[in-house]
């Protein structure tokens, strides 16, 4: 038979999720449930509970309908996404500050994140922030980017600790000359949204360093402090040193439905001074044949003017969640961050194993949450709870939380 990809074998991590799952599954089947009210609830996964609202649902809808009419029916489309659509997206998320055909229209930010791995070739550090969501490190293993794991992470990434001493901004001293460096703001795991000044830090350095950002705005949906940047093109030159990855998943419950998008500016070039936009752009249309026509009708509907006071309203759900989370802990005198600009509260549990405390709050709150060290070396001692479930649910863990912690 063929030989086993030896990238794939170096994988260390992908073992959280269904580590999770395992020692759940372990958990009922030692103490099944006494009644509804005795079952395990989840502030584990980063994932949407809540329905799509009306507005954008009838964009859906009718791009489905469409296709099934002689005038409506499409077959595929730009690789780059409808023109329309990234018209909408250049204009509504970005205020004009990026143009369309800067606009890349994909199937999720996840994907995109794989796909711009085979962008940057291997001989380029790779630098991350730590903790951070999996698939930068994870995928760049894949594209042999980084080398085997060393302990407490892999050869050749340089991984950046966000600590509570540094208030979950990075000492960016150790970014090598010509890195890409991968940074989430709000960030996933920690809940932490930079401000302007951290972020104009991030792209002066990135600058002198000759590095590229890849920004992975996510959740910039659920900001809702005026002063805090929801763009990395909000910050001068940031052009010249930044992709942004973005995702309809959150703002508009479209995890299952697949829709994203990547900004790739023109201005963006190589040390040889060759385009970096030519390039994506020829790797877009080799390995992606575009989003769902039907998921693109819906995120021209999400982003409609009602469509956006759907989002707001989404979002609003899951950060009453977030806040009825971070006081429950901060009642306890949990040390957190997170919960205010983010669906995720990042609790210290100092001088604790991640697990050992995963395990404690499992048995006495039947509750299950995400071990921070999980998400890398410097998640050790943190518990990730995340606000994505049904509110009633939400008061339920906090409930008891509260009283048996
Ligand atoms: C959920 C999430 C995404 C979104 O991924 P999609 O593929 O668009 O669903 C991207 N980045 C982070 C950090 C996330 O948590």
Redesign the pocket.
Known sequence: MIARNPRIAHLEAGYLFPEIARRRRAFEAAHPAAGPEDRVLSLGI??TTEPILPLTGAGLTEGARCLATPEGYTGYGDEQGLPVLREKIAEVWYHGAVQADEVFV????????GRLQLLFGQEVPVTVQDP??P?YVDGSVLAGAAGAWAGAGYQGITYLPCTAENGFFPDLTPLPQGAVLYF?SP???TGAACTRPQLQRLVDTALRRQALIVF?A??AAFIRDPQLPRSIYEITDAASCAIE??????PAG??GV???WTVVPRALKYRDGKSIHTDWLRIVTTIFNGASNIAQAGGLAALSEGGLGEIRALTDYYLRNASLILQTLKGLGIPCVGGDNSPYVWARFAGRDSWEVFGEILEKCRVVTTPGAGFGPAGQGFIRFSAFGHQKDIEEACRRLGERL
């Open positions: 980063g994932n994909s199937d999720g930010a996840k994907c995109d994140i951070s969501y698939v989430c960030n996933n795991p992975d996510a959740y990855v973005n995702s309809f998943s959150k479209f995890t697949r829709l994203g």
